[in-house]
């Protein structure tokens, strides 16, 4: 970026600098030529009063020939009647030399030309006299190339002193402008954005919350993996403990088998935590895509209360479900996960007698799923909480009744997936109602 800009700014300069000079050398070639002719209007003035026997004098035609001068007397007619330079016998008709015609038409005229004699460059300042004759002076001006190239020189010299002094000053500015740019690399997390440049503050902001985006993913990482280990950790233990105690053959028959159960109960569970956890693996793998198709969600809810009936009578607890038949697009294998851990955990953390009721309704933009209980509720301070993995308000609880901690989890991925939006309402010792509205379309 430093070597672009650099770059940038030495064209810049450059092509500032060469526009300048050419500039000046043409303004002062102009100058330089105003100056001529008006010194030889001078000249013309001076000698037009004298007598053409005083310029053909040998001593005044050395000098004129001295300054550069030449001075010619033109007839009205265009006759040459005395040049100081040349022979008026061989010099042709200057009726039609521009500065002639000029100065028979209004009193003066001027021109520039090569000279037929030599390289050089002539201005000629004309000028009528009383009596109808012209008096020209003309001057030997050096050429203009010559005159370029004198001053090329200079102005090369100039130039590249400049294109230089630019480059080390843009060099300088560069790297003070890019300075806080730079501390900020070294420094994302503490920059104030309040002594960066207003034009990258929002690029600043965004990098800012996708390094700690980036942060927190990778503590939640971490946690996660500690907490899976922590999780599997006790059911191995107990399995390790039992099988012990049986193969020491200190336990008696009885024992064994009241052993092989809680090995069994162990090992159920850790198949379940594995279980949701290549679920939330699944759901956490932004590349995976979930195949969607229309499903009616009353109809899987009722065969989510079918499956769940056995388990909810041993707990008394009645399930209804209310509400029509309403068509989305989703992913069935979800939304069974989805509708199952909602109404396991409504059984679950209800009271003996109570009721789970689940609605199904189309909105005007979808539909809307309620799933209700009637049990212990969930305290103001847990709500939000209770989405994140392995949280539990009720350790005890969630671990007798052979709970993940991981279901909500789950759920609240399966509503990001499917666009949804999910609300909670819940109070202590009256009961849980969890709302998630679904678009019709997935988009
Ligand atoms: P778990 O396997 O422990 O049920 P979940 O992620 O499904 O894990 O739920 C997290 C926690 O939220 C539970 O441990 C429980 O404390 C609380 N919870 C979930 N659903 C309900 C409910 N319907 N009523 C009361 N508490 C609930």
Not at 205 to 233: C, G, P
Request: charged share 25%; proline share 2%.
């Amino acid at each position: 970026m430093k070597k672009k800009i650099n770059a940038q700014f030495i064209a810049v300069s450059a092509f500032a600098v060469v526009v300048t000079a050419l500039m000046s050398m043409l303004l002062f070639y102009n100058i330089f030529k105003n100056q001529v002719f008006d010194d030889i209007k001078a000249y013309a003035h001076v000698i037009q009063p004298l007598n053409q026997e005083l310029w053909e004098q040998e001593k005044n035609l050395q000098r004129l020939k001295e300054d550069g001068l030449r001075i010619t007397l033109i007839a009205p007619d265009g006759t040459v009647e005395y040049d100081s330079s040349a022979d008026k016998g061989q010099m042709e008709n200057h009726g039609r030399r521009p500065e002639i015609i000029d100065a028979l038409k209004t009193g003066e005229g001027m021109d520039v030309r090569r000279s037929d004699t030599s390289s050089l460059h002539t201005l000629y300042y004309a000028q009528r006299l009383e009596e109808g004759a012209v008096l020209r002076v003309g001057k030997d001006s050096e050429n203009i190339f010559r005159i370029f190239f004198h001053m090329l020189e200079l102005v090369l010299v100039l130039s590249v002193l400049i294109v230089l002094m630019c480059a080390a000053l843009s060099r300088v500015l560069v790297r003070r402008l890019l300075l806080p740019i730079e501390k900020l690399a070294s420094h994302l997390e503490d920059a104030a954005l309040e002594n960066i440049y207003e034009e990258i503050a929002p690029f600043i902001q965004t990098i800012q919350q996708q390094h700690e985006d980036i942060l927190n993913h990778a503590r939640m990482r971490q946690e996660f993996t500690a907490n899976v280990s922590h999780e599997l950790k006790t059911p191995l233990t107990a399995i390790a403990g039992y099988a012990e105690l049986i193969d020491s053959g200190m336990a008696d028959d009885k024992d064994a088998r009241r052993f092989a159960g809680e090995i069994r109960a162990s090992s159920d569970r850790l198949l379940f935590l594995i279980n949701d956890i290549i679920k939330l693996s699944e759901l956490d793998d932004a590349d995976q895509e979930f195949e969607v198709e229309q499903i009616d969600l009353y109809q899987m809810a009722q065969g989510c209360l079918d499956m769940l009936d056995l388990q909810a009578a041993n707990q008394h607890i009645s399930l209804e479900l209310k509400g029509r038949s309403s068509l989305l697009t989703a992913n069935r294998r979800l939304m069974d996960e989805l509708l199952y851990n909602l109404c396991s955990n409504a059984i679950q953390y209800n009271n003996p007698g109570g009721s789970v009721t689940l609605t199904v309704e189309p909105a005007p933009d979808g539909t809307v799923l309620s799933v209700a209980d009637t049990g212990i509720g969930i305290p103001k301070e847990h709500q939000e909480r209770i989405f994140e993995r392995f949280y539990r308000v009720d350790k005890s609880r969630s671990k007798q009744s052979g709970g993940t901690g991981l279901g909500l989890a789950i759920v609240k991925h399966i509503v990001a997936q499917h666009h949804a939006e999910l609300s909670i309402e819940s109070e202590m010792g009256k009961g849980t109602k969890i709302i998630i509205c679904f678009p019709r379309k997935i988009t």
